[in-house]
């Protein structure tokens, strides 16, 4: 995965465990900045990116060849002059070089490495609270109260990274907090990544032993990359602790509220069905929330390109 950051635009090209892409496609998603000219340039072939008017994108480039450099060149044409800027995906072991520059069809192009990125802000949601509990455990504990407990322990791992991410809580105490107002809070925050936090339930009638093991639930086509990182750390983390896997329930498009918000990355986390009388009791003992919230940690460093996790 390679980007180019700024306070207000960033761009990313999948695959991101490589800096060339040794396939026929490659996705690319990512913020940009709204109102732009988005397009990608594969050995002289151009694409047009389609950008979402709040800066979102997402988009399969079919490849011509089996390695590629793959450019993604943003235009926005302002009152003074035409902001350009180039994003080249290619095998570079050294980023202390100084950015070169060269022309393109656009005019003057920029090159440009992934810098680790401080400026992400991430608001957590607790689901439910207060007046609203949610499902319950085997032993009765509401839904959430271990929904808050997760919550702030994410908050609690995310700032013991080098990155000072800015992290926030729709809520850090038992409070009713409504759906509008914790999605209000997200975008007046200016948010990059909104996370809910849930466990999961079954409608009446149904048999809790049939389903187990983690969900995760988003709603616009440019999170699912985001979703399947989370569901496959989260799965692998838990089970380098028991030695069996947090089942995967899967990866869901959904509407829900919280995660239908397009001004950034939003995902709803089930960490595993509270209902379940074994996997119940195993998802509430704390060792067991610490080992998710790892799982979250890992992947959100992976998606976004942090240094390897130990």
């Known amino acids: 995965m390679t980007g180019e950051n700024s306070k207000k635009s960033l761009i990313w090209v999948y695959p991101p465990n490589k800096w060339i892409s040794n396939c026929n496609k490659t996705f690319v998603y990512g913020w940009t900045k709204p109102g732009c000219r988005l397009y990608a340039v594969c050995k002289g072939k151009i694409k047009k990116i389609k950008v979402f008017p709040n800066g979102n994108f997402a988009q399969k ?44 069809r656009s005019g003057l192009l920029r090159r440009h490495f992934v810098p680790p990125r401080n400026d992400m802000v991430i608001v957590i949601d607790p689901g439910h609270g207060g007046k609203e509990h949610g499902t319950h455990s085997p032993k009765g504990v509401p839904e959430k109260v271990y929904n808050l407990q997760i919550a702030k322990n994410l908050v609690q791992a ?87 896997p947090l089942q995967k329930y899967g990866l869901y498009k959904r509407d829900f509220a919280l995660t239908k918000p397009d001004f950034c990355h939003a995902v709803l986390i089930e960490c595993g069905f509270l209902i379940h009388p074994v996997e119940g009791e195993i998802i509430t003992q704390k060792n067991t929330q610490k080992k998710i919230v790892t799982g979250v940690k890992k992947a959100l460093f992976t998606f976004y390109r942090r240094q390897p996790l130990k």
């Open 61 to 104: 480039i079919k490849l011509p060849q089996k390695k590629n450099i793959v450019q993604l060149v943003q235009v926005l044409n302002g009152k003074e002059k035409t902001i350009t800027r180039c994003v080249i995906a290619r095998e570079q072991s050294d980023r202390s070089n100084p950015d070169r520059f060269s022309r393109g």
């Open 158 to 244: 995310l700032h013991t990274t080098p990155q000072q991410w800015k992290i926030y809580l729709t809520r850090s105490t038992d409070k009713f907090v409504s759906l509008k107002d914790r999605v209000r809070f997200a975008k007046n925050k200016k948010c990059n990544l909104l996370i809910s936090i849930h466990h999961n339930a079954l409608p009446d009638n149904e048999d809790p032993l049939k389903h187990r093991g983690v969900g995760i639930y988003y709603t616009h086509d440019f999170v699912k990359p985001l979703g399947k990182s989370l569901l496959e750390s989260i799965s692998k983390s838990v089970r380098a602790r028991h030695g069996t």
